[in-house]
């Protein structure tokens, strides 16, 4: 059944998934601190939470010959509970076993889910914004909700936050269960390797442009407590000036697929990587905060939806998407621990520099980009 409030219903079903994955970014120099860990070990964690998108095409063909609404409904209780315990790990290793097992549920949510936006949206760049908007509207609140956590409980305290998933996967449930559709693909999947040989040009393309334009990113979502604290900022502005940059990448979230829809998926790409490019610099060499925040956030998160939008214009579009979705985790992995050993070796502030280079790059491969 196409009709907005479905689509509003699997934005919740984001919101709440993501709220539990963000969690790692504003808890990272506590994790730090009570771990004995350097930039490096830092970066792993990002890593190994990424790693199951190794696994992304076979999911996607496993995941489509079922129905999709049961991992739409699952997968945010699941990750939940593992991103709670991180609080509590005694050690590092348990650490990333946690953080590894949040990862596979994460996959597979982002893999089913959009699928289902295909079905019920009226355009699929609202949609797939709407989509989006549910994912960025919990990295704004995760920062907020884990400093809350954190200070009332202390770091353990993370625990007593899974209650909401549990209450939110019986509320999709209930409301999931009764949507009429197909929520199987109507065309049998290719595999993955037929997939990409088929799409080859296609996805070199979108990897150069997601790999230069992901340090930027990167720097900004997953860095930016780290680089605040290291700098004489509390952990408490540091988290609000995270959730202010993700509040305005709801933003841009929103209106990239609804801009795509009326004016294009390229040109939407070519406009908000521009944008940050040209705000980049203020952060990095004026040291300026909240005006580059809000320009940043609304261009840097623009281009997830506008590329969903593209992905699911093609036939076999939950395997094409698997494929999309695993270079959407592994990219960005890679990214992580590059910064986190660069930072080690010629620290945060010179990264930012690096990664403003090549964020101008990224602009060549927008153009080559068809959509």
Request: hydrophobic share 55%; aromatic share 16%.
């Amino acid at each position: 059944m196409k009709n907005k409030f479905n689509v509003f219903l699997l934005s919740f079903a984001h919101l709440t998934h993501d709220i539990y994955t963000s969690f790692l970014a504003p808890v990272l120099p506590l994790l730090i601190q009570k771990l004995g860990l350097n930039v490096t070990e830092a970066s792993i964690l990002d890593v190994i939470r990424r790693i199951p998108a190794l696994f992304n095409p076979y999911l996607g063909l496993l995941i489509s010959r079922k129905d999709l609404r049961i991992f739409t409904i699952l997968s945010p209780s699941i990750t939940a509970i593992f991103m709670s315990l991180i609080g509590i790990a005694p050690n590092y290793i348990i650490l990333l076993i946690l953080i590894f097992l949040a990862g596979i549920s994460a996959q597979i949510f982002h893999i089913a889910t959009p699928g289902i936006v295909k079905e019920v949206t009226p355009k699929m760049g609202f949609g797939m914004s709407m989509f989006m908007v549910g994912g960025e509207l919990a990295r704004t609140i995760a920062p907020l909700i884990a400093t809350a956590a954190v200070s009332i409980w202390g770091l353990e305290g993370l625990l007593k936050t899974v209650f909401f998933a549990f209450f939110a996967s019986a509320f999709l449930w209930w409301k999931l269960k009764d949507i009429k559709g197909d929520f199987k693909p109507k065309t049998k999947q290719k595999a993955d390797f037929k997939i990409f040989m088929e799409y080859k040009n296609f996805f070199l393309t979108i990897s150069a442009f997601m790999f230069f334009q992901s340090f930027a990113k990167i720097f900004f979502a997953f860095y930016l407590p780290l680089f605040l604290t290291h700098i004489g900022e509390s952990l408490t502005k540091a988290n609000i000036s995270l959730s202010f940059f993700q509040f305005f990448a709801i933003l841009g979230t929103f209106l990239a697929g609804n801009i795509g829809d009326k004016f294009g998926y390229k040109k939407t790409l070519i406009f908000s990587t521009l944008i940050a490019i040209v705000s980049m610099p203020l952060f990095i060499y004026f040291h300026l905060i909240y005006l580059p925040l809000i320009l940043l956030g609304l261009s840097l998160f623009s281009t997830g939806p506008v590329m969903l939008s593209i992905i699911h214009h093609h036939e076999n579009s939950t395997a094409l998407n698997g494929v999309y979705m695993m270079l959407a985790f592994l990219i960005p992995a890679f990214v992580t621990f590059s910064i986190g050993v660069l930072s080690d070796m010629i620290g945060l502030e010179k990264v930012g520099v690096v990664s403003f280079i090549f964020l101008i790059i990224s602009i060549i491969f927008a153009f080559k980009i068809k959509g």
